[in-house]
């Protein structure tokens, strides 16, 4: 009975084909064993560069750290420019439930209609939107207290400007992505930006930083503060006076530069039509002209108020001497061409001062071809014409004159540059040069940053003497020659650039302007150039009104603007006056 | 029968110890493990909690760093040479002058008395007599106040 329940044993052949099927088992499990292990081998070690990087990616996520951009300031420490963090309320537009009930209730918050927050709201069919940007910490409270779902807050910074506009093609702008665009913005971007951190930090599904997880920290480097050599008041004066005198001589633009003589420090450099920070067009097309710094990035012919430097020649070089008289027979037939007075008169001998006075071209032009090339493009190099400033704002203009050998050259342009014509120079340019002259003769390098200060950048600008442009002794006969002009009155009435009490050293120029095809006779650029008080100046102003229509002198449009803004700077600086009124 | 008792306590072997089962060895590796595990959870959960708290904390630091900064904003704002004009003209009706005027310094010595100004009496003089010696002694100089 045993043996007949035992089973039997395997006969040879069925035995092998047992074994077979093991073999065959097993030579499929070690076949797919080596297959599993070469994947393996291929995932890990082949393909392991990819495959880490991938699981970071799923893991692990960096995050940007925006550094704070440094802040701009007035000579006073006013901040002019700063970026203050906000935050900005974004939709994911499938999960806002009732869309006009959540623009009802956004809008009082926000400070704009139901209409504009549904509107945005409905911009999009899919997908995050943004409905504001720059909510303040209290509206952005109570956005969060009305638990709306779909919406979210996310921290971002704005350009903000404390001071509204003032000085605003000074500062420039900065780019949505956070570079400067012009002025101080674009020329000390890499001191102002500074370098954004980073955090790397294992996340969870919800893309949250796992509190028990591991992250890495590379901190942001802020950006450094800049402190400007711009005086909030006067660049509000210059930039108010500036308006008023560009409007009532129904001008197209306008520039006033007001500078230290002492230091070359820019006081203020004010402009029309000016930039405007909060204008919702800002970056369009039309506007970008105004990203430009007039001041220092466009030329002009400066006309008359040239002739101080064609006289400081004369004068430096002993040709000439204040009360060395000229004939002015109102018109001067030089080379291949004629230079004639603004105002005709009856021929007289005039002195060199009268030929301030009177703004005499022939007189300037006589002195001129007395001098020579040589001597006179000398002078016009000590001023530092032809060159660039080297002010800290970017796109400074050399300007440009024409010398003998030059493509062009006549001789006549010899005569016509003593007077500022086809000589092409920069507000700051002028303003420079007469700034030598107040100080005693020596050429001060404009500048307008006065220090920046931040982690790992600091540093001082002080006054930068470029050349002594023309001795003291010049300059003092220079100086009353200059006083003589504002004192000056052909029909008993004060000039207009006159300031009662002071005695004020100035010059008008009043020139065409050039066009491919010769000048344009019906557009002028009217400018007053001068400093006060004459024998302790305190400050220079430049002041140049373009394409007038009310007047085309500068006696009539840029001297009453530079009145009124020395007549305040003066009540600023505190300048005794020279006499009682 | 208590003495019985203790003698047979006392002479109780050793040996007769129970040994422990593999199943109370397994049971108390168990227990162990699980406490362990417990502890671990515990502390792990603390030390999220806490991370959470970090977080949170981390974030309210932000906002009012935030609240902050538009504070200073606010105040730079309200110190701005436009708006403090603005206040002056609208709120205390003060205006630019309209004619600047430059009076004479005065020259060496006195400064002459304004026009309109009436000297003092002999007899008005004598009056202050008194107050002036009694400022003199408390250091200051008569006539002159604060």
Not at chain 1, 164 to 178: F, Y
Not at chain 1, 218 to 242: F, K
Not at chain 2, 127 to 145: D, I, K, Q
Request: proline content about 7%; charged content about 20%.
């Amino acid at each position: 009975m045993t043996e007949s329940t035992r089973p039997a044993a395997p006969r040879g052949s069925q035995l092998d084909e047992r074994r077979w099927r093991l073999y065959v088992l097993l030579a499929i499990i070690a076949g797919c064993s080596v297959v599993l292990a070469g994947k393996l081998f291929y995932i890990q070690v082949v393909e392991h560069e990819r495959y880490a990087a991938l699981a970071a990616q799923e893991h692990w996520q960096r995050e940007v750290i925006p550094a704070r951009r440094g802040v701009i300031r007035a000579a006073d420490g006013r901040p002019l420019a700063a970026t203050v963090p906000f935050e900005a309320l974004y939709a994911t537009v499938e999960r806002v439930g009732d869309v006009r009930k959540a623009a009802e209730q956004l809008a009082p918050i926000l400070g704009v209609s139901t209409f504009e927050v549904e509107s945005r709201l409905r911009s999009k069919t899919s997908g995050s939107v943004m409905v504001h940007y720059g909510l303040t910490a209290d509206a952005a409270d109570r956005v969060r207290q009305l638990r709306l779902s779909g919406f979210t807050l996310r921290p971002v910074t704005r350009r903000s400007y404390p001071e509204g506009n003032l000085a605003s093609q000074v500062l420039g702008v900065v780019g949505v992505d956070g570079y400067g665009l012009s002025g101080v913005e674009s020329a000390l971007n890499d001191v102002l930006a500074g370098k954004p951190g980073a955090e790397w930090a294992e996340r969870d599904t919800d893309r949250e930083a796992i509190a028990i997880g591991t992250w890495q920290i590379d901190p942001p480097t802020d950006g450094a503060d800049v402190t400007l050599t711009i005086d909030a008041y006067i660049q509000q004066v210059a930039e108010r006076e500036l308006a008023a005198g560009v409007s009532a001589a129904q001008a197209k633009s306008g520039t006033v530069v007001v500078l230290d003589p002492r230091t070359g420090a820019v006081l203020a450099m004010a402009f029309r039509p000016a930039l405007a920070f909060d204008d919702p067009n800002l970056f369009a097309e039309e506007n970008k002209p105004l990203f430009r710094v007039p001041a220092v990035q466009d030329t002009y012919e400066p006309g008359s108020v040239f002739k101080i430097v064609t006289m400081a020649a004369g004068l430096e070089t002993g040709i000439i001497a204040p009360e060395t008289q000229v004939m002015d027979s109102g018109s001067f037939r030089f080379a291949s061409g004629t230079v004639r007075n603004a105002v005709q008169r009856p021929p007289e001998m005039i002195t060199m001062t009268q030929v301030l006075q009177r703004s005499s071209n022939v007189g300037a032009a006589h002195l001129g071809v007395i001098l020579g090339p040589d001597r006179l493009f000398g002078y016009f190099d000590r001023f530092g014409f032809g060159r660039k400033t080297g002010i800290e704002l970017g796109g400074d203009e050399s300007g440009s004159y024409r010398r003998p050998g030059a493509p062009g050259w006549d001789d006549y342009d010899l005569a016509a540059q003593s007077f500022g014509q086809g000589v092409a120079v920069t507000p700051l340019q002028m303003a420079v040069a007469v700034a030598a002259v107040a100080n005693g003769g020596t050429l001060m390098q404009p500048y307008v940053v006065a220090s920046a200060r931040g982690p790992g950048v600091e540093w001082r600008r002080g006054p930068t003497i470029v050349r002594q442009a023309i001795s003291p002794r010049t300059a003092r006969q220079l100086t009353e020659m200059m006083v003589a002009v504002v004192e000056y009155s052909e029909d008993g009435k004060p000039r207009l650039s006159k300031i009662p009490g002071y005695r004020v050293a100035g010059k008008t120029g009043t020139s065409e302007i050039a066009t491919p095809t010769g000048y344009a006779r019906d557009r002028t650029i009217a400018s007053f150039v001068g400093f006060a008080p004459a024998d302790d100046p305190r400050f220079v102003v430049l002041v140049k009104i373009d394409e007038l229509k009310s007047s085309p002198w500068g006696e009539q449009v840029a001297a009453p603007v530079f009145a009124r803004i020395a007549q305040q700077l003066l009540v600023y600086f505190r300048a005794p006056p020279d006499s009682a009124q | 029968m208590a003495s019985s008792a203790r003698a047979y306590a006392l002479g109780r072997p050793a040996v007769a110890r129970a040994r422990p089962t593999p199943g109370l060895l397994a049971a108390m590796g168990l227990a162990i493990l699980a406490i362990t595990g417990l502890i671990y959870i515990s502390q792990t959960s603390s030390v999220a909690n806490t991370g959470y708290d970090i977080a949170a904390l981390q974030a309210q630091r932000e906002q009012w760093i935030r609240r902050n900064d538009q504070l200073r904003l606010e105040i730079a704002k309200a110190q701005s040479l436009a708006h403090v004009e603005r206040e002056a003209k609208t709120r205390l009706n003060m205006g630019p002058p309209a004619r600047i005027v430059y009076a004479p310094p005065p020259s060496a010595g006195r400064i002459p008395p304004p026009a309109d100004f009436d000297a003092p009496t002999l007899g008005e003089r004598l009056a202050s007599l008194p107050s002036a010696v009694a400022g003199l002694l408390r250091g200051r100089a008569g006539g002159v106040g604060d």
